[in-house]
Structure formats: C-alpha cells, structure tokens
C-alpha cells in the first residue's frame, strides 16, 4: 500500500474519532448483583397504580457520528406508600413499545433502527417482550461527590435529586440491581417521579458482534412516572 494510501486512511480515522459524539455526561448508575426484596415493607401499605398514559421511559445512544433517543412505554406498575414512605414497587416495561424519536417516523431509516434495537443484537423483544423494575429502597439522597455537577450536562442530569432509588433491572433475561438519584413528590395520595442516568448496556448482554465498538457501551436512561389511588 502506498504511502499517500496509509496518510489518507489515518487521517479519516483521525477525523472520525475526533468527531465522535460522547455519551451524555449524567449521573452513573451504580450497577451490581440482584438483591433481595423485602415484601413484609409493603405490608399494609397503600398500593399507587402507575398511569401508564403519563409515564414514559426515555432512552438516548450515541455513536462516532452522532446519536439517536427514544422512549418506551410502561405497560402496568404500581408503588407501595407507608407513612409517607415509598417502600415498595414494581414497573413493567412494554419492550416492544420502543420509539425512535430523532428520525422522522415516515422515512426508512426509523424502521431500520426500531427494527435493530428490537433484534437479539440489543433487546431481543420477540423473546424478552418486556422489561421489569423491581424498588428494593428509596432513601434520602446523598450527594456523590466524585464527580462534580459542573462536570454532567444539565439536560440530561436531575437538578437538586431528592432521593437514590435502588431496584433489580431485568432486561434480556439478566438481572442486576442499580441505584440512581431521583426526584420523588408524594402528596394526597399521588406520586410524581423522575430520574436521569446511565448504565451500561454490556451488564444486560447488549452486544452487537464484531462491530460492537462503533456505538458506545453508555446507554442514558430516564423516566417520568406518575402514580395515584386506583379508582
């Protein structure tokens, strides 16, 4: 190969590198093995079903030119309130609801997209129709101080979180418990959620073969849930 060759071809990996866009920079999730769930803490407590209609999941990936985001809807879920506490709960993720947002719906390139986030590459959704979010505890928030708010971008990171929320993720039959800030409001029997961070696609066997290294291991991940007495 020609020298002029070999320059060309660094210089465009030069350039494409260069141009990578980074995952966004948000709060990690602290990623680790299932835990046990108490269920005597949801004794007698007061059972908040979701409203699947006003909750979503939010989803964003990124890849050297550039990234794509989406949501998935909630099929059903409900959350456990004793004395003002949150002490319980369990969501169910519809896998087969995903959405790709940044693509108009009417062109190709969407169905491509939905269509391979959908295959065994990353969700397998004909197999593993649904996701589970299963709430071990919900406790005061305590600041992480290893990296700096300053640091994260504000889209994509919770301003003044309220609480860290740990739970066992199911996805693709693996599960693994993580623990992330959110902000939760309980008041006259309703409760308003939302959280924003990122986990790692690899810990629930997302991998896309040998061109896995084209997209990044981050996945960022949000939601807004909204939850009330049943009627």
């Known amino acids: 190969m020609k020298s002029l060759e070999i320059l060309g071809i660094f210089l465009s990996g030069a350039i494409l590198f260069a141009s990578c866009e980074s995952a966004p920079k948000s709060d990690e999730a602290k990623t680790g093995e299932a835990q046990k769930v108490d269920s005597t803490k949801a004794a007698e407590a007061q059972t908040l079903k979701v409203d699947v209609a006003n909750s979503v999941i939010t989803w964003v990936g990124t890849k050297p030119t550039g990234k794509h985001n989406g949501t998935f809807a909630l099929s059903e879920g409900s959350v456990s309130v004793k004395e003002g506490k949150i002490v319980g709960g369990k969501f169910v993720i519809d896998v087969k609801s995903l959405k790709v947002l940044d693509i108009p719906e009417t062109e190709k390139e969407n169905a ?25 505890s919900v406790e005061p928030y305590k600041a992480d101080t290893t990296q700096k708010v300053s640091e994260k971008d504000k889209e994509y990171t919770l301003e003044n979180p309220t609480h860290s929320i740990t739970g066992n993720l199911t996805m693709k039959g ?37 061109t896995d290294k084209l997209i990044s291991n981050t996945v960022h991940m949000g939601f807004k849930i909204s939850a009330g007495v049943a009627k």
Do not use: Q
């Not at 623990?179 to 629930?204: H, Q």
């Open 174 to 210: 693996v599960t693994k418990s993580i623990t992330f800030p959110a902000i939760v409001k309980l008041e006259g029997g309703k409760m308003e959620a939302e959280a924003k961070f990122n986990i790692n696609r690899k810990d629930w066997g997302m991998e896309w073969g040998i």
């Open 112 to 136: 491509k997209l939905t269509g391979h986030l959908k295959s065994p590459d990353f969700l397998d959704a004909e197999k593993f129709p649904t996701a589970t979010f299963e709430v071990v």
